[in-house]
């Protein structure tokens, strides 16, 4: 009590954390325990706001960095200046959690999932962060500090090479050809996407553009997001995800719901159902801005066909109140589906016939189908796209969709992994991959040397493996075999810290 005791307003929630903070020690539940973080900083942010500090963000730095931190969220990420932030390093999280996905688009070399590597770090060490072999040192000899420049040095000399022949078709020896889209967060990405020959935008993820601020962005505000998109794009396709919140991704305006297993919660298409009010708003601004170029829709974490029929009413009635507003957008807009549930891969052929497209998940489908959290460390080794499960539920889904005439995707992590590329070619039927714009030169470069019949070939054998182990272990030695300069482990990053 303030007026009891005769304190200021900071040392008294300061005490009342410290008791709180306690009982936390206490609680067998993990999850509840896992609160224990969010309260405190929490209670750190009213006791900046009290004294007068003004909050720290990370777009805030000035200088090159390396951060090295437990956590962060989403709304954090998205400010990173990515001409000085030179690597991040987190103690939680996995390579498909948002941390991992955002960095690989700003194209920082990020290893995630370190334990304890905060409190081992120290404001002015020099780090190295090898973003491929997923290592750190921290205060390196100068024998190592020279090394890691060769291969820094060995790794950009690659890149070039690769830009050489970025802007040819990815078509391989036989004459196979595949689109090679872009995954994105924001429109500030759009200008540099020509530089890796992207051929449009192949997931267009919108939760960003509500986390990013601190109110929801109207339909106007959507609408003219989407348009400079589309009018970038051209002719080339882009595909809008509708509304993806949930799990590791949060806003907020106090429309986010605290659940105990937030994977299984009401994410993806579930959250924009149970709002429809705020899917409405998004699909009249996609539907707005449609009128300027091959925009397309995509709902995400859909389990079944009725999910679609639902929300394609919705659509429908945004279509109606266009047209009574006399604004005009695209009358045969096509609608797609992410297939990232074992729902919906098991129902897939009721899906196609509610949908022009298909877009697959991997991430989430991986996670789903392996149960395996793909934001937790500590089952980081479970999570295993190569997993003798993976790939047949991708060739049933690729099956089901070339069997109704409809146009198939993968827009996962697994779509941009020049290890799985063969593999995903040789399954079946596959219009386009989609992935962070700088995995596509060297995921072309591939198509381009392969013929189909090998991939094809190469995916029969995986289909008669009986583990992970065995699946990967042959899928890298024959990529490194054809591949040994792309898949060359001295090819790695070095970064420095001298804040």
Known sequence: NI???KTNAEWALTKTLDNFLKLFDNINDDYLKGKKDDLDLLVQTILKNLIGHS????????????????????????SIPKNFVKGLITEVGGKTSHVGIFAATLGIPAITGVKGIVSQINSGDQIIVDGIDGEVIINPSNETLQNYKRKQENYRKYEERLLDNVHQPAETLDGHQIKLLANIESNHEVKSLYKFGVEGVGLYRTEFLYMAKSSLPRERDLYE????????????????????????????????????NPALGLRGIRFSLANPQLLADQLRGILRASLYGDVKILYPMVSSATEIIQANKILEDAKIALRKDQIPFNE???????????????????ILKVVDFISIGTNDL???????????????????????SIPRTLKTIMKAAENAGKKVSICGEMGGDPM??????????LDTLSMEPHSIPKV??????????????????????????????????????RFPEDFDRDLSFEQKLNS
């Open 3 to 5: 007026k009891k005791y």
């Open 55 to 78: 909050q720290e963000s990370l777009s805030d730095i000035e200088e090159p960095v390396i951060i090295a931190t437990h956590s962060l969220n989403p709304s954090d990420t998205i």
């Open 225 to 260: 997001t989407f348009k400079i998109v589309a009018q970038e794009m051209g002719s080339r396709p882009v595909v809008i995800r509708t509304l993806d919140i949930g799990m590791d991704k949060h806003f907020g305006d106090g429309l986010s719901i605290d659940e105990d």
């Open 332 to 350: 045969e807009i096509e609608v797609g589906s992410m297939i990232e549930t074992p729902a919906s891969a098991t129902c897939i052929d009721h």
């Open 366 to 388: 991986i996670q789903y189908l392996l149960a395996v959290d793909r934001t937790n460390e500590n089952v980081a080794h479970l999570y295993q796209p190569f997993h003798p």
């Open 420 to 429: 799985a590329t063969m593999l995903l070619l040789g399954l079946g039927k």
């Open 444 to 481: 072309k470069k591939i198509i381009r040397t392969i013929r189909l019949e090998e991939a094809r070939k190469l995916a029969e054998n995986v289909l008669n493996m009986r583990s992970s182990d065995e699946i990967t272990s042959y899928i890298s030695d024959e990529m490194r075999t």
